[in-house]
């Protein structure tokens, strides 16, 4: 089992940056991919952002890219989701998940997830 913790969301202006943090307990976190995916109100859930378990390699949802960026530290079993020039169309629930093997856009390949940290983005 991993238990996820999201953190860091809140209320920002358009052009805001915020960054999220994703901690991670349990079974061994350096193990796992680390996805975000996001779900706004009325919508489907949506991916964000992936990286995979060392690092190395990172994917980026097309309506974010350019301005989001993805991190892990292992030490710290914490991922993050630096968000840049924030738009309204970015608020949304964000969500941290987790999967064995490598990185996926699919929210259905993920096995474990955290509560969710709310994101409003104020025009």
């Known amino acids: 089992q991993v238990q996820l913790v999201e953190s860091g969301g809140g209320l920002v202006q358009a052009g805001g940056s915020l960054r999220l943090s994703c901690a991670a307990s349990?079974?061994?976190?350096?193990?796992?991919?680390m996805g975000w995916f996001r779900q706004a109100v009325g919508k489907e859930r949506e991916f964000v952002a992936a990286?995979?378990?060392?690092?190395?390699?990172?994917d980026i949802g097309d309506s974010v890219k350019g301005r989001f960026t993805i991190s892990r530290d292992n030490a710290k079993n914490t991922v993050y989701l630096q968000m840049h020039s924030l738009k309204p169309e970015d608020t949304a629930v964000y969500y941290c998940?987790?999967?064995?093997?490598?990185?996926?856009?699919?929210?259905?390949?993920?096995?474990?997830w955290g509560q969710g940290t709310q994101v409003t983005v104020s025009s």
């Open positions: 990286i995979s378990w060392s690092g190395t390699s990172t």
């Open positions: 998940a987790a999967k064995g093997w490598g990185m996926s856009w699919y929210d259905y390949e993920y096995d474990y």
């Open positions: 349990g079974r061994t976190f350096s193990s796992y991919a």
